[in-house]
């Protein structure tokens, strides 16, 4: 709701009556104010109600954030963990916008009602449990809220009840007037459900005002809200861990076998099967107890199509679970439209919704597909006209969930040019889709769809043509199907559209879209779905766990390491590596089916990667590029840093030309207006973030025309410290620490970031705004092909940071007077720890490049006091506590005056007290120091 947290479900994903949202956890916007309540419930105690639920994954509210299609009676809102509402609707429904002579929405921009008038309809309510697809155990809806919309025309002003039903079948009405206006009287109705019940339904009825007398019109709702909890002290029984899967192609002596948790002790005679509509309770082995319950059923047979329904009862009610299992041991037709010849089946004229065999047609209900006599060969057949309109026709089915599904079907159409239909696999719940194929929508091709784009599968020729789409569903080729025309592969191993294997598939859908010109059609014949056991399918080998990965950089020591998967063994001539081009040498190790790839150590440089694959069934390619690396700040995983490097855009390159210390990184992306390296640095042993400690690095600015292009404020180059990667920005408020050139001041005599030279921001005043007294400036110039080596001494305790800098190409140079304050205010030790090394150009266009070197970070140096000093007999000994992670020198002399000092030992810190003892220590006055390193 605009005033709840919005359950918003996006991004979408629409079937033909059902809308499914994906819950995101955010508060949606106000759009349109809700102007009164008319029960006890009311939205203001609703909103904050809501919202609790909503943080503690029990309630949240579908706000319909995209157009609900026509036709929808099915809405879907994922909330929780695992968990999703079904709100069902006895009337088809539309899509409702702003409209401002008729009804605007909560929440912009859409709203929904009936797909025409009505007075009186149901919204069913029902939650349900993704991971077993059952109603959860011990939750129901205790509160439920929707806002009923005013209208601007039609019969309002109207009296709208609102009737909530109870999971014990009592109810509660509520009834109030929702005048006539867009947006001007729209009214909530909110409801709690009794002790021990839940809410089951809503009916919304429209009343002549003051009357009972009914009055069609549309009756629309937005921003459904909802709360859940438990139902009752004893929850309802539970059904989980069926075998096998529902829709599985299975072997009869496999039995079926299930868990029924009941939350009490039950008589076993409350567990009951009926296996196609006979009642095999008695057949049933159970074990457990005490609200536990295995059961298991030996009396399959093979070949067959079982339709099953296990219930469980206790004292709270019964719960039943559909299931489907098929045990054919070879291929068996599931349904045959036997040529559409059948006149009481297909009669000519409009498809009828009717039972055939295993399979129930489902025409479309506004422009559904015709049986029509092609006075032809074919015969009858059916013909899927285009209209305008995205308009299919489904042929549902016993569910099919393993082995292999085979559709084959004789298919002809007016055009293949434009887009005139398509056919699918669709499962049973949700939106997942198996083969998707279309004929036109790419011109004079029948097509694919990879769930990115369409895919050519091959010209398509005017003319009657035999179909075989080989779906499979289980075994190696698992997730992919073949295309056959007239015999002859056009498509193998094409994937699934976004099905994952398990799915239960019952669908057939023929369809023509909103592309398909008026007049333009298709014809179907001869339809058969086969059925049988998991097909034989050798598949090309997959590379797999390639490291480095795409993009990039890695230790050179480790080279390059991957897998390859094959079902045909292989004994590795099979397998090529190709480093920038050239074949390179392998070992392997693992079993033939899994073996494992390596080539290491690799040389520091830039590489692009190309690995191949092959077997008798096809070859698989990997190609990708990375950086092989030498130093620990490059490259991932290394100690110190939190994950690897990330840019603006692209990939950086590893120079050796003109080095800076040595091998640099260069990033030259022209085209962008900021370019930046970024890299999270973390604490390791002996670095301690909550201690003063250094970030060092080198770099040079590469620029070719540095007098004509770098000269305006958005000119820069910058480096920070912040609290978030900004890949695409300079400094902000919510920096620590920055150090900014530019190419020019900020406006004309402001001197702000005047004269090409490095500034640091230092908060003298507290406000973090950008300003001269706020700026400190270095007098260093930026100059291109310079090498700089810049140092922040970050000082967590006192919010804090000072600056070296120095040119070590004209040796100037510029250390902090005194420290400069953070800019963001509650700068933690930890909290600003994203380092950003880049550049900006105005325009974006132009050329600007980046080196940078030597990156590190470093415990800053503390003054060490030495305590404790002793002479026992002819030993002097003392202590001082250690720094982490720095190596102490002690030193000494017997003149203060002699530059020369005599090392006694040297001790690496860990941050505890160390002990110091010189044995026979020279007579007279000795001094000792401890230099830290």
């Not at 013909?383 to 016993?398: H, Y």
């Not at 099905?499 to 057939?508: E, I, L, Y």
């Not at 150009?841 to 590190?856: F, G, H, M, N, Q």
Request: charged share 15%; hydrophobic share 40%.
């Amino acid at each position: 709701m605009a005033w709840l947290l919005a359950l918003a479900m996006a991004p979408m994903t629409h079937c033909f009556g059902q809308y499914s949202q994906t819950t995101i956890a955010t508060l949606a916007s106000g759009t349109n104010a809700i102007d009164k309540s008319a029960t006890a419930l009311t939205a203001a105690t609703f909103t904050p109600a809501v919202a609790a639920a909503w943080n503690s994954g029990l309630g949240g509210v579908l706000h319909l954030p995209t157009a609900v299609p026509t036709g929808t009676t099915v809405y879907h809102g994922n909330y929780g963990n695992a968990r999703r509402i079904v709100i069902t609707s006895s009337t088809a429904m539309q899509n409702v916008a702003y409209n401002a002579t008729s009804f605007n929405p909560i929440t912009l921009p859409n709203a929904t009602t009936s797909s025409a008038n009505q007075s009186d309809y149901t919204l069913a309510l029902g939650l349900i449990d993704t991971s077993t697809e059952q109603p959860p155990a011990g939750e129901v809806i205790k509160q439920a809220g929707l806002v009923v919309l005013s209208r601007g025309t039609g019969a309002y002003p109207l009296d709208i009840r609102v009737t909530a039903t109870f999971s014990d079948n009592s109810t509660e009405m509520a009834t109030a007037t929702v005048g006539r206006g867009s947006g001007t009287d729209d009214t909530f109705f909110g409801f709690i459900a009794p002790e021990g019940t839940g809410i089951t339904s809503l009916r919304l009825q429209s009343f002549v005002t003051n009357s009972v007398t009914p009055v069609a019109d549309r009756i629309c709702w937005d921003d459904f809200a909802f709360i859940t909890g438990p139902p009752l002290a004893v929850p309802l029984p539970v059904i989980t861990d069926v075998t096998p899967p529902h829709g599985a192609v299975t072997l009869a002596a496999n039995g079926l076998h299930f868990t029924a948790t009941t939350y009490e002790a039950i008589p076993t005679n409350q567990i009951s099967l009926r296996v196609n509509a006979v009642d095999v309770s008695d057949q049933l082995v159970i074990t457990g107890g005490d609200g536990e319950y295995q059961v298991s059923y030996a009396g399959l047979q093979p070949d067959q199509l079982y339709q099953i329904e296990i219930e469980v009862s206790n004292s709270s009610g019964a719960t039943l679970r559909p299931h489907t299992l098929h045990t054919y041991t070879s291929p068996t037709v599931l349904y045959d439209a036997d040529g559409f010849d059948d006149d009481n089946i297909f009669p000519a004229g409009p498809l009828q919704n009717v039972a055939h065999g295993h399979g129930v047609w489902e025409p479309n209900p506004d422009e559904p597909a015709v049986i029509v006599e092609t006075g032809g060969a074919a015969g009858k057949v059916l013909q899927r006209d285009g209209t305008g309109a995205r308009r299919p026709d489904s042929l549902w089915f016993p569910a099919v969930s393993s082995g292999t599904l085979t559709a084959d079907f004789d298919i002809w159409v007016t055009r293949a040019d434009v887009r005139t239909i398509d056919i699918a696999l669709q499962a049973e719940v949700g939106v997942m889709w198996g083969s998707f194929l279309a004929w036109g929508t790419i011109t004079n091709e029948l097509a694919y769809y990879n769930n990115t784009s369409w895919q050519p599968l091959g010209d398509w020729l005017p003319d009657w043509h035999h179909l075989q789409v080989i779906h499979y569903l289980s075994g190696p080729a698992a997730g992919h199907y073949d295309v056959l025309v007239d015999g002859t592969p056009a498509g193998t191993l094409l994937p699934f559209r976004n099905s994952p294997v398990g799915t239960a598939f019952n669908r057939f859908r023929i369809q023509t879209s909103e592309l398909t010109p008026w007049f333009e059609y298709g014809q179907m014949d001869n339809l058969v779905l086969t059925v049988g056991p998991e097909t034989a399918v050798i598949l090309p080998p997959t590379i797999a766990d390639v490291s480095p990965a795409d993009r990039a950089i890695a230790p050179a020591a480790d080279g390059v390491q991957f897998r390859v998967l094959s079902l045909m063994p292989l004994t590795g001539p099979e397998v090529e590596l190709r480093l920038n081009n050239v074949l390179t040498s392998l070992s392997f190790s693992g079993e033939g089916t899994n073996l494992i790839a390596s080539h290491a150590p690799v040389a520091a440089g830039n590489y692009a990667l190309d690995i191949r694959a092959t077997n008798t069934a096809g070859a698989d390619q990997w190609t990708s590029q990375f950086i092989a690396a030498d130093e620990a700040w490059m490259y991932d995983p290394s100690p110190g840093w939190t994950g690897p490097w990330s840019w603006t855009s692209g990939f950086p390159s590893l120079e050796t030309a003109a080095p800076l210390d040595g091998a640099y990184l260069q990033y030259d992306i022209p085209g962008l207006g900021v370019r930046n390296s970024i890299r999270q640095y973390t604490a390791r042993p002996g670095l301690n973030l909550s201690q003063p400690h250094i970030i060092r690095w080198k770099f040079r600015l590469v620029e070719n025309d540095f007098a004509s292009n770098f000269n305006s404020f958005n000119d820069r180059v910058h480096f920070y410290a912040r609290d978030a990667a900004r890949p695409t920005g300079g400094t902000d408020a919510s920096t620590s620490w920055s150090i900014s050139a530019t190419g020019n001041e900020q406006t004309p005599n402001s001197g702000v970031f005047a004269g090409q030279t490095f500034y640091m921001f230092d908060n003298v005043d507290g406000t973090g705004a950008v300003k001269l007294g706020n700026l400190v400036n270095s007098g260093i110039a930026l100059l291109p092909g310079h090498v700089y080596a810049l140092a922040v001494t970050v000082l967590p305790a006192s919010g804090a940071y000072t600056v070296a800098i120095q040119d070590l190409t004209t040796s100037a140079s510029f250390q902090s007077a005194a420290p400069h304050k953070f800019r963001a205010a509650a700068v933690t030790a930890t909290s600003h720890t994203y380092l950003h090394f880049g550049v900006q150009a105005a325009p974006a266009t132009e050329p600007r490049a980046l080196d940078l070197d030597s990156l590190e970070i470093i415990p800053a140096i503390q003054p060490v006091t030495l305590l404790d000093p002793a002479r026992t007999g002819t030993t002097f000994s003392f202590s001082f506590v250690s720094q982490a992670g720095m190596q102490h020198v002690v030193k000494y002399t017997s003149n203060l005056a002699s530059p020369n000092w005599t090392t006694l030992t040297t001790i690496t810190g860990d941050g505890s007290l160390k002990q110091v003892a010189h044995p026979n220590s020279p007579d007279g006055p000795v001094f000792y120091r401890v230099v830290t390193q």
